[in-house]
């Protein structure tokens, strides 16, 4: 419950210190990657870690983390960590190439959800580590900026943001944030042959909380962060190998 109590504080502060905020998330999100696998010497790949905080956090860990990010200029200026541009659903990396794949709040940025989980699944190795966490639709924060509107609909809540603030919001529906559930993505992963689910939890929450992904509907408003963790299974072989670009990527 102090960790809980702990991250809705940095929350309220992300706006006005969003070093602060960003910072003290990435060391609680690789503390949760560390309780399920060893870091050290690890390869890790950061699905869309933006400014790179995520990845400077892995590299303290003493893992080889690699940001896959669409926009370069994401990246915090003066944060030197390495980068390739790169979509989530289209992954610049060689199939079972990393230990670890781990992704914070990006699945609800992309236009296919489900193609981004499978490519996520592709580039890491039998027997490695899936962290995936994303904002669900449905919860006080699903509309992103925009929140608590999008409870009204996802248009009357951008037009009630650009009649405000007199200019688009950065997360707008339909391009650049999208609807996704918790049951859709409970019924992905459990479905879903090449991954065991290791974990599901709500993932700012106490971990008793996790009864709550039991119950459809209630699930969808009050988990605010659907924290999911799989294990890559054996049973269809990939590639292996060093995280190499591909597809056209530019690395930097």
């Not at 602060?20 to 699905?47: H, M, P």
């Not at 690699?66 to 289209?90: F, H, I, K, N």
């Not at 408003?221 to 659907?226: A, S």
Request: with cysteine.
């Amino acid at each position: 419950m102090h960790r809980s109590i702990r991250l809705f504080r940095l929350f309220l502060r992300e706006q006005t210190n969003p070093e602060l905020f960003y910072r003290e998330l990435a060391a609680d999100s690789i503390s949760q990657v560390a309780s399920y696998a060893s870091l050290a010497g690890r390869t890790v790949l950061d699905v869309g870690g933006g400014p790179g905080y995520f990845t400077a956090a892995f590299q303290a860990r003493g893992a080889r983390c690699l940001l896959v990010e669409p926009d370069l200029t994401e990246l915090q200026p003066g944060r030197s960590v390495p980068a390739a541009r790169g979509d989530g659903m289209a992954l610049p990396v060689a199939d079972g190439a990393v230990d670890v794949c781990f992704s914070s709040n990006v699945l609800e940025h992309v236009r296919d959800p489900l193609t981004m989980l499978a490519e996520m699944i592709r580039v890491t190795r039998p027997g490695g580590l899936i962290y995936l966490a994303f904002t669900n639709w449905f919860s006080p924060w699903g509309g992103h900026e925009m929140a608590p509107w999008h409870y009204l609909g996802a248009r009357y809540a951008e037009r009630r943001y650009v009649r405000r603030h007199h200019k688009n919001p950065k997360n707008r529906p339909g391009t650049g944030l999208f609807q996704v559930h918790v049951g859709q993505m409970l019924r992905a992963v459990r479905g879903h042959r090449d991954v065991t689910v290791l974990d599901a939890v709500p993932r700012y929450y106490p971990r008793w909380s996790r009864a709550v992904l039991e119950v459809p509907g209630i699930r969808e408003v009050v988990t605010w962060n659907l924290l999911l963790v799989l294990r890559r299974e054996p049973d269809q072989p990939v590639g292996t190998g060093p995280v190499t670009a591909t597809r056209g990527s530019s690395a930097s």
